[in-house]
């Protein structure tokens, strides 16, 4: 191989034919590194058993591809991360190039690779340029006594640091995950200022909100870092994770769990979200064997309940990572301290769970999450996650986390105990997430869903429960200058709903339904009529006995979609006072009007197809 392969290779990792320069470059890199292991086993060197001259051309190949303009054009992404393998290779083989200007050339060429968009397949491009990144610091980076050279370690990481503001998604996510690559030689007394340029990288701002990829991997990079300088509780912060900054790694982690961003791809916060979990999982994992005493119970709390809190989300993905994490913790070897109610989740997560169950399916993971319900403590995190998987799009996750809900609520119908836990917990995360389409519309309706099933029958005994009229407060708060048709929607289900509930309630409802009635959305009008409909048939006593029949039929016979929106609101007008309900007064508009009647595109079938998303 030393004598006759590499010799008939080297000219090939320049010629003209791109494949077989390509397979050429891998195959020396691979080559060397062999024989220097090879010559590791006979206490030699690799020069021992490769001639000067070969090695001095295969660590010219990645200049002289430069030179020839073969680091552009078609074979672009052939030739970059074979040289950065290159690159990689020869530094694991310990080549004698200390302070050679060469080194400067390699690392010109992964820096440039890290920067530059080349193919799909630009991830698996820029963990070579990171491997070879890692191993050239490993080698040509340290001095004698094992520390950094100091200009190069402040010239290396301040230039890596600057990238981290690059408009580039890319570019910004191959300089955070190389930052993450570097060995502990290079981190020491610079901890600092990676972890501060890394958690910044993290936050969402206006400018960089699309940039999930690179939150993504700062939370990796971040926890990688953690890993190679270890944690020392009275240890110096600019060396290693202590009681200094450990506080600020758990915070940045807990705050990455809230990452719910979304574009034209989906959920990209469900990326953040899932190097999340593992960060937390892993510092806490590190902090316990380092030092018991570096356990605050605050964060080991949070720890739990994000975990929890994914596990019970909507996308597979998440709750996979989300529930392996939970059983890691859960059966963490020292035990991890601060876990509330540890022996009950212990026994409804049994060891062998591990192995066994399947969180991706929701028929699987939705019955195992329900008892942990019944754990104050778990139920405001557990109750929010499935809030968006029990009123989310997806048929087969809403129906079986739907009815996996369903059937916890009715084993606790008749504790009131449970159902006041539950009811204020949703009245909680209702509160908390006011206006927020992302948790409000799927939370109407499941509320929808859960007082159609009987779930609350017991708390309509008692007349204006309190459960129902803040209910019924949030629902008009949600609604309060919505246009938004599906939010509308859900909205009105929960109306008819709370009719189940006697009392002035009923009377707000009705005002809250004949308001919709007169919306200036015609799908909203039919659908308030439709459902005010079924509704008067469940409830016959809501309406005067002489009334019902005039006030069904004009609800069946009325063309509600109608055009004519003032026509139809005089009707509505009319149903009033049938049913003995005050009339909605339209508040007028403290704005000029911008466009003339008859053109407000709000209310045009367009705009109402449009929003509909159809």
């Not at 390509?22 to 690799?46: D, F, P, T, W």
């Not at 593992?278 to 994992?285: D, F, H, K």
């Not at 064997?289 to 119970?297: K, P």
Request: net charge negative.
């Amino acid at each position: 191989m030393a004598k006759t392969i590499l010799p008939m290779l080297l000219p090939l990792c320049t010629g003209m034919d791109l494949s077989t320069r390509y397979g050429a470059i891998l195959s020396c890199g691979q080559i060397v590194h062999a024989l220097h292991k090879l010559a590791l086993e006979k206490n030699q060197s690799i020069t021992d058993l490769v001639d000067k001259d070969i090695l001095e051309g295969l660590a010219k190949v990645p200049e002289k591809l430069e030179a020839a303009q073969l680091y552009r054009g078609i074979g672009a992404d052939y030739m970059r991360p074979a040289a950065c393998s290159l690159i990689e290779k020869l530094s694991l083989s310990k080549l004698p190039l200390h302070g050679s200007p060469t080194i400067s050339v390699w690392q010109t060429t992964l820096d440039d690779t890290l920067k530059v968009l080349l193919a799909d397949y630009q991830v698996a491009i820029q963990d070579n340029a990171i491997a070879g990144f890692a191993a050239l610091c490993n080698e040509y980076y340290r001095t004698e006594e094992g520390t950094a050279l100091p200009d190069i370690q402040d010239t290396v990481i301040d230039s890596y640091l600057r990238q981290l503001q690059n408009d580039m998604v890319y570019a910004r996510c191959g300089f955070i995950l190389a930052l993450g690559a570097l060995p502990k030689f290079m981190i020491a007394g610079k901890l600092k200022k990676l972890l501060s340029g890394l958690i910044q990288a993290t936050k969402i701002t206006v400018k960089d909100i699309s940039m999930a990829e690179a939150r993504r991997d700062a939370i990796k990079s971040i926890t990688r870092i953690c890993s190679t300088v270890g944690i020392e509780k009275g240890g110096s912060p600019d060396c290693v994770i202590c009681e200094d900054n450990i506080s600020s790694v758990y915070d940045t982690f807990l705050q990455a769990m809230e990452d719910y961003t979304t574009d034209r791809r989906g959920d990209v916060g469900t990326w953040v979200r899932e190097a999340a979990v593992v960060g937390l999982a892993e510092i806490t994992s590190q902090a316990l064997n380092a030092d018991a005493s570096l356990m605050q119970q605050e964060y080991c709390e949070k720890t739990i309940f994000s975990v929890l809190h994914q596990a019970g989300e909507k996308i597979d993905r998440a709750r996979v990572v989300a529930g392996e994490t939970l059983l890691r913790l859960l059966y963490h070897d020292p035990p991890i301290p601060y876990i509330p109610h540890r022996e009950e989740l212990l026994n409804l997560f049994p060891e062998k769970d591990k192995e066994t169950l399947n969180w991706a399916s929701a028929a699987e993971c939705y019955p195992k999450l329900m008892p942990v319900l019944s754990l104050k403590t778990y139920t405001y995190p557990v109750l929010l996650g499935l809030t968006v998987s029990v009123g989310g799009l997806t048929e087969s996750l809403v129906k079986h986390s739907s009815h996996s809900l369903n059937t916890y609520m009715l084993k606790i119908s008749d504790n009131e105990e449970g159902l006041k836990a539950i009811s204020d917990t949703l009245l909680t995360i209702f509160n908390n997430y006011i206006k927020v389409d992302r948790v409000s519309l799927p939370l109407l309706k499941m509320l929808d869903f859960l007082l159609g099933s009987g779930c609350f029958e017991l708390f309509t005994q008692e007349e204006d429960h309190p459960f129902s009229l803040a209910l019924l407060d949030l629902c008009k708060k949600e609604i309060a200058k919505c246009g938004d048709p599906q939010k509308l929607l859900a909205a009105i289900g929960v109306f008819c709903q709370l009719v189940q509930f006697s009392g002035t309630i009923r009377g707000k409802v009705l005002f809250q339904l004949l308001v919709l009635l007169g919306h200036k959305y015609p799908k909203v009008r039919k659908n308030t009529a439709n459902q005010l409909y079924e509704m008067l048939i469940t409830y016959e006593d809501i309406v005067a006995e002489e009334n019902l029949d005039e006030v069904m039929t004009i609800l069946s016979e009325t063309t509600w979609d109608d055009d004519n929106l003032e026509g139809i609101r005089g009707v509505r007008n009319q149903l009033c006072d049938l049913m003995g309900v005050k009339k909605p007064v339209a508040k007028a508009s403290t704005k000029p009007k911008q466009e003339k009647a008859g053109e407000d595109r709000m209310s045009s079938y367009a705009d109402l197809v449009g929003r509909l998303g159809y």
